[in-house]
């Protein structure tokens, strides 16, 4: 080979990396504005992730105070159940009481019914001995006429 052909050869070669260069630098620029995009889309990311950590963290506060009231609650319902179980017996204590009550006004209203047929028969017979007076202080008057 001449050197007029070796120097040929150099300079297509040349050519061919100079072809080879821009087509890399073409793609160093679509790959630099491809980093740009990334960048920008790791930038949005990173604000998403510290909203969501905000958002995880006052849920976090929620559930915590979620949490808080339940147990409240629980002791709230314990609470009442405690309660509904005294009035319970409260209300069997009464029920009994009540059936006393009416056991004793049943007695009651027997003993009245008792004592007004006495009191009917005592003022029967009052009315029986005031006859009896009656007649008989009339049957006196006429044989003792002194007496009045």
Do not use: C
Not at 36 to 63: F, Y
Not at 71 to 85: I, M, N, Q, S, Y
Not at 97 to 105: G, I, N, P
Not at 116 to 128: A, G, L, N, P, Q
């Amino acid at each position: 080979m001449t050197d007029g052909q070796k120097l040929d050869l150099i300079l297509s070669k040349m050519t061919d990396m100079q072809n080879d260069i821009g087509v890399l630098k073409a793609d160093v620029t679509d790959l630099k504005t491809d980093v740009a995009g990334l960048k920008t889309d790791v930038a949005g990311l990173k604000t998403d992730v510290a909203v969501l950590k905000t958002d995880v963290a006052g849920l976090k506060t929620d559930v915590a105070g979620l949490k808080t009231d339940v147990a409240v609650l629980k002791t709230d319902v314990a609470g009442l159940k405690t309660d509904v179980a005294g009035l319970k017996t409260d209300v069997a204590v009464l029920k009994t009481d009540v059936a006393d009550l009416k056991t004793d006004m049943k007695n009651v209203k027997e003993e009245i019914a008792g004592l007004k047929r006495m009191d009917d028969m005592i003022f029967d017979e009052v009315e029986r001995v005031h006859e009896i007076l009656n007649a008989h202080t009339a049957d006196t008057l006429l044989h003792h006429p002194t007496y009045m």
